[in-house]
């Protein structure tokens, strides 16, 4: 990359390289997480070769959904390598896969208790909701899971509502939707004020429009947006990167 000097790359310069905000680097200094090991004369930061590495590892063990102190405890193990880093991190996506797998019921009745409940026209439903919203899809789901509590009380709710009350949905929904992509396009972490705002919000409309949303049904969707191509689909449409974004603001939140 252009500028890099061989004393190391400055923090505009790592941020680049590795899709983080320069906000959530200088808040990795301040805690002392990842400390540029040496400056330039002016008394910018400058990361080295080293620096870099152990940043490479915060970022998989935050994806892999450890706090930020848990990382820190992890990186400054006096015992540990890199070889030994990368077995741990290997075990922790192997776990989460097996977790993932354990969660597929779940999952499936999330989508349907976010999804179902429709008490509107064909051309209504395709008027709010386009073309992702099918009959066939309906049925699908309601033979699958229709026996959940879930599923029951978003029936009970929805049954309710109006084209008026659907419409008051949609936009609430699109809401959500904006803060999320406004976050993103700002360079705002998922864990910082404006993504974890946006991640509230997204739980509350879920809460105060279909059923009771517990912080675990809360991780079980944001795990469902990466896990499941049709609702990756969704977000990335609206932006790029977005599934992952709302995924990772919603952990951060439900992480406080």
Not at 221 to 226: D, I, P, S, T
Request: proline letters at 2%.
């Amino acid at each position: 990359m252009t500028g890099v000097t061989e004393a190391g790359m400055t923090v505009g310069q790592v941020a680049e390289r590795f899709a983080v905000t320069v906000r959530t680097l200088h808040h990795y200094d301040e805690i002392g997480l990842l400390r540029p090991s040496r400056r330039t004369a002016a008394g910018y930061r400058l990361y080295t070769d080293a620096d870099v590495t152990r940043l490479q590892h915060v970022i998989v063990y935050r994806r892999l959904g450890f706090a930020l102190d848990e990382i820190a405890e992890v990186l400054d193990d006096p015992d540990a390598d890199v070889a030994s880093h990368l077995r741990r991190q290997r075990d922790a996506v192997m776990s989460r896969l097996d977790e993932l797998s354990g969660l597929v019921v779940a999952i499936d009745r999330a989508l349907e208790a976010e999804m179902s409940g429709i008490r509107l026209t064909r051309e209504e439903q395709q008027e709010l909701f386009g073309d992702g919203f099918s009959e066939e899809y309906q049925a699908e789901a309601r033979e699958r899971w229709g026996d959940t509590e879930e599923w029951k009380q978003s029936q009970a709710r929805t049954a309710q509502y109006t084209k008026a009350d659907w419409e008051a949905i949609k936009a609430e929904t699109d809401a959500v939707n904006d803060a999320f992509v406004a976050a993103k396009r700002s360079g705002a972490a998922p864990d910082s004020e404006a993504g974890l705002a946006a991640a509230d919000a997204h739980g509350r409309h879920i809460h105060d429009r279909f059923y009771d949303l517990s912080p675990e049904m809360h991780l079980c969707l944001a795990r469902m947006y990466v896990a499941d191509e049709r609702f990756t689909a969704y977000y990335d449409d609206l932006e790029p990167g977005l599934a992952q974004y709302v995924h990772d603001a919603i952990e951060a939140l439900r992480a406080t």
